[in-house]
């Protein structure tokens, strides 16, 4: 039997020590070094239409994002992008292919940082005529190796994209912008097969100390992707490499930054906003978990401040897991459950129903709610919301004070 001093808390078990890079600025946010992993997205409205692209990007920094990319297809584009960094609230980076021109175009339009492409942005001339670029504007480039737009020699040389053949491709375009004197850069090697991306990071990571961009292209709509970017991501992560990322989803890109931190928030490297416990329910349950989860959800949206809330349907595990919290409830007999504050009991909720599982359909709201997609158990919600924010007004007091001082 271990003592106290023998146990290990659960992140000391597992320690992320981060890799060592250096720290580059995306506009105002920094990447690298010990700066916080950045969450990024992409817009996917066309970048012609201004008014679309400023209300994905708002969509996108309400939802947390720390840094928007946008597409530059065109001179066209490039022209909008001009007006849209203007309007936002976010460090912008411009997405070139191909044409180096774009990117030349978008330096000078506000730029917080450009993305080009080895594969496909031309031979070092053009490279270097970026390079130009970007330390006229003050901004950072990113180098993005994609495994499906690998350069043709090193297709060549390797036959097929393998670690070695993404990581030859970054360091040659990293020496191209260090032999221009800049160093202003981070690298992605990217590809759609999770344990290819995962040995090309682990490769790039040991072979250099410039920030790493993490991603897994191409992942798919929103469930694949997701459970593949955790994979990729979270096993990098865990690792200590990754500095920025971006969760890649066929799916609205505000999805990508909700997955991207719950990517972070579940490595406790980062945390916003409200983070859920709740058990997946069963017959013990004595109110309805899923109902309530979805709605608590919902409703605590708006909540920055980062507050853990343990909702379990029963005493099974109700109070170990609202131990650990700062809200949490455990469901009990008679529409009555016990509310923890803080780590520890605070009072009962009543006016719950009591219509769940072991329980007998007794509540006034008897059968009521039946086949109805809404929680039968409103109030209870009500009462969380009311308890979260409380608690997130506490320590928004608690952050100005600190302020003053
Ligand atoms: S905590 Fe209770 S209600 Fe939730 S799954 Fe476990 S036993 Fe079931």
Known sequence: MLDSSDRMAAHEALPVVRRRSRRISVGSVFVGG?????????????????????????????????????????????????????????????????????????????????????????????????????KDAGCSIRIGVNAGSLERDLLAKYGEPCPQAMVESALLQSRLLEDCDFDAFKISVKASDVRLAIASYRLLASSCDHPLHLGITEAGGQMAGSVKSAIGLGTLLLEGIGDTLRVSLSADPVEEVRVGFAVLQSLKLRSRGVNIVACPSCSRQRFDVIGVVREAEERLEHIREPITVSIIGCVVNGPGEARSSDVGVAGGGKGTHQIYVGGGKDHRFEGGNDNMGGGKDTGKDKGKNKGKDKSKDTKLVDHIVELVEKRAEALREARKEKEVL
Do not use: W, Y
């Open 34 to 134: 010990d700066a916080a992993i950045s969450v990024q997205s992409m817009t996917n409205t066309p970048s012609e239409d201004i008014e679309a692209c400023v209300r994905q990007i708002e969509a996108l920094a309400q939802a947390g994002a720390d840094i928007v990319r946008v597409s530059c297809p065109s001179e066209e584009s490039t022209r909008a992008f001009a007006q849209i960094v203007k309007r936002v609230s976010l460090p912008l980076v411009a997405d070139i292919h191909f044409h180096h021109k774009r990117a030349l175009e978008a330096a000078r339009a506000g730029a917080a940082g450009l993305r080009i492409n080895p594969g496909n942005i031309g031979g070092a001339s053009r490279v270097r005529e970026v390079v130009k670029a970007a």
